[in-house]
């Protein structure tokens, strides 16, 4: 099982980063799939989740109207959108999945919004 983020970087606040999770060795379409961030002293917080299906999503206030996350089933992938970034949504951000009975996490990327 391997769930392989990427797309993180440096950015300057109010730019914007795309994230993607690829993933393999289960079957994707029966995992409900999130976006976690952890933040240097902080504990690790779910950022946006998806359903199987993908027509239902949820979001930590502190990213709504600013971050979206989509899924494309066909190519096993999970993605975050994020925009109008700002110096405290630097952390690293992981990937997770969860088909019911098994959990998966993803090895992280890491994020910085500074000037």
């Known amino acids: 099982v391997q769930l392989v983020e990427s797309g993180g970087g440096l950015v300057q606040p109010g730019g914007s980063l795309r994230l993607s999770c690829a993933a393999s060795?289960?079957?994707?379409?029966?995992?409900?799939m999130s976006w976690y961030r952890q933040a240097p002293g902080k504990e690790r917080e779910l950022v946006a989740a998806i359903t199987r299906a993908g027509d239902s999503t949820n979001y930590a206030e502190s990213v709504k109207g600013r971050f979206t996350i989509s899924r494309d089933n066909a190519k096993h992938t999970v993605y975050l959108q994020m925009n109008i970034l700002k110096p405290e949504d630097t952390g690293v951000y992981y990937c997770?999945?969860?088909?019911?009975?098994?959990?998966?996490w993803g090895q992280g990327t890491q994020v910085t919004v500074s000037s």
């Open positions: 060795g289960f079957t994707f379409g029966r995992a409900v």
């Open positions: 997770h999945g969860d088909d019911g009975v098994y959990t998966y």
